[in-house]
């Protein structure tokens, strides 16, 4: 429910998942993917101002 109310309001936050970031603020205009033998990294590209960085499809860091 309290990743619902974020999304209505286009917020997002850590932990939420690439679905429910991807509903909130829509598709990004670029996406950087780095898979390893242990892990799969995102990082989405929103305008110049914000990208979001992922790690097996959880947000883990917000950068502006």
């Known amino acids: 429910q309290h990743n619902g109310e974020l999304i ?3 917020k997002i936050e850590i932990g939420m998942t690439t679905e429910m970031c991807q509903f909130s603020w ?3 205009w670029d996406i950087s993917k780095t898979t ?3 892990v ?3 990082v989405w590209f ?3 101002k914000y ?3 992922f ?3 959880i947000l883990v860091k ?3």
């Open 26 to 28: 829509g598709t990004p």
């Open 51 to 53: 990208n979001l960085h």
């Open 62 to 64: 917000i950068k502006h």
């Open 8 to 10: 209505a309001q286009n």
């Open 55 to 57: 790690e097996k499809g």
């Open 46 to 48: 929103y305008n110049w």
């Open 40 to 42: 799969t990294k995102e």
């Open 36 to 38: 390893t033998s242990s």
